[in-house]
C-alpha cells in the first residue's frame, strides 16, 4: 500500500511543523506603527527582527536542526535544474567535437576519393546494423577485398580510399571507417569477401 505524503516526508526525516501561535493583539497604537523607545533602550535604533543578519539562501534552522519543507523542494529544484544545465553543456561539448571531427575528416578526404562513375560491380559490407553497398570497378574490387583499399563513410555517402587515408579515418573517428579487409584474416562467416551477391 502507498503511504500518504505526509508519512513519506516522515520516513525521509522531515519532522511535522508545531502550529504556530497567533501575535497578541495590541491595543492602543494604530497598526502600523512601531512603538516609541526611550533613550535606555536605543530608542535611535530600529526595533530587531528575528532571524535579522541571515542571508535569503540560507536554509532556515528548525529547532530539531531539521530544515522546512519549502526549502527541501527549492533545494530539489535547484539540484535538478543544475544538473540539467550541465547535461547541456556536456551535450554542447559533444556536438562541438563532433562538428570538429567531420571538418577533420572533409580536410583529410578532399580529393582523395577512389569513387569511379562508371563502376558497375556492387560490393556489399555490414556497417550500421545494416547491408550497405558500394560499386567498385573490375580492377578495384580485388585490392578492395586484399584490403589496400577500404570504405570510409562522409556526410552519409560511402567514399573509396587508399588503406593509409583509412587508417587516418580511422585515427580520427573510428566510427567512420566501414569497411577495411584484413587479407590475413579468415572471412566472416565462411562468406568469402569477393562473392557476387
Known amino acids: 500500500m502507498s503511504d500518504s505524503l505526509r508519512d513519506q516526508l516522515l520516513k525521509a526525516g522531515f519532522s511535522p511543523q508545531a502550529p504556530s501561535k497567533p501575535a497578541p493583539k495590541r491595543h492602543g497604537k494604530p497598526?502600523?506603527?512601531?512603538?516609541?523607545?526611550?533613550?535606555?533602550?536605543?530608542?535611535?535604533?530600529?526595533?530587531?527582527?528575528?532571524?535579522?543578519g541571515k542571508r535569503a539562501g540560507d536554509p532556515a534552522p528548525r529547532r530539531?536542526?531539521?530544515?522546512?519543507?519549502?526549502?527541501?523542494?527549492?533545494?530539489?529544484?535547484?539540484?535538478?535544474r543544475e544538473t540539467a544545465e550541465r547535461a547541456?553543456?556536456?551535450?554542447?561539448?559533444?556536438?562541438?567535437?563532433r562538428k570538429e571531427r567531420r571538418q577533420k575528416l572533409a580536410a583529410l578526404l578532399d580529393g582523395k576519393a577512389l569513387n569511379d562513375a562508371g563502376a558497375e560491380i556492387p560490393r556489399h559490407f555490414p556497417y550500421g546494423n545494416r547491408i550497405r553497398r558500394i560499386?567498385?570497378?573490375a580492377e578495384q574490387l580485388p585490392r578492395l577485398n586484399g584490403g589496400e583499399l577500404a570504405v570510409v563513410q562522409q556526410s552519409g555517402r560511402h567514399v573509396l580510399?587508399?588503406?593509409?587515408?583509412?587508417?587516418a579515418v580511422q585515427a580520427i573517428d573510428p566510427d567512420a571507417l566501414a569497411l577495411l579487409c584484413d587479407p590475413h584474416g579468415a572471412d566472416e562467416d565462411d562468406v568469402p569477401s569477393d562473392l557476387m551477391w
Do not use: F, K
Open 31 to 52: 497598526h502600523g506603527q512601531a512603538p516609541r523607545r526611550s533613550a535606555s533602550d536605543g530608542g535611535d535604533r530600529p526595533p530587531r527582527h528575528e532571524g535579522a
Open 64 to 80: 530539531d536542526g531539521e530544515i522546512d519543507l519549502a526549502r527541501a523542494y527549492a533545494l530539489r529544484d535547484r539540484h535538478e
Open 88 to 97: 547541456r553543456r556536456e551535450a554542447e561539448q559533444r556536438a562541438r567535437e
Open 135 to 137: 560499386y567498385v570497378t
Open 161 to 167: 580510399v587508399t588503406r593509409e587515408v583509412a587508417l
